[in-house]
């Protein structure tokens, strides 16, 4: 499955709000780092991730774009709400290895009433 690919099917199950599902998508040594938040390290840490995730927000993600070079797949994407960010993914062997997020971490915890931190 090439990176794009890939992306493309991650985002159908980050849709369905299924952290078992989007798991399956990493390496058991991948590495999630959303830049507004400390780095993820390890497919089981990523996937206590999502389900803390998915159970504080329902979210979902429409993509804008999503483009691919070499080992790379990078996602453009906004939500319902009117959020937008972008993710790179580093894809081998038809698994993420790395992915880094960036979003508006404020406007997220605003828009879904969660608490802001001190």
């Given amino acids: 499955m090439s990176p794009k690919q890939l992306v493309s099917a991650w985002v159908d199950a980050f849709n369905q709000g299924n952290a078992d599902k989007i798991t399956e998508f990493y390496a058991s040594d991948a590495i999630n780092h959303q830049v507004a938040n400390a780095p993820v390290e390890g497919k089981e840490a990523i996937r206590a991730m999502f389900?803390?995730?998915f159970a504080n927000?329902?979210?979902v993600c429409i993509v804008e774009n999503i483009f691919e070079d070499g080992d790379w797949a990078i996602l453009e994407w906004k939500d319902p709400i009117g959020l937008r960010g972008c993710?790179?993914?580093k894809v081998e062997?038809?698994?993420i290895t790395f992915q880094?997020?960036?979003w508006d971490k404020l406007s997220f915890l605003k828009a879904?009433?969660?608490p802001i931190p001190q």
């Fill in 93 to 95: 062997n038809s698994l």
């Fill in 112 to 114: 879904h009433n969660l």
């Fill in 100 to 102: 880094r997020g960036y």
């Fill in 51 to 53: 389900r803390a995730e």
């Fill in 57 to 59: 927000a329902k979210m």
């Fill in 87 to 89: 993710g790179f993914f």
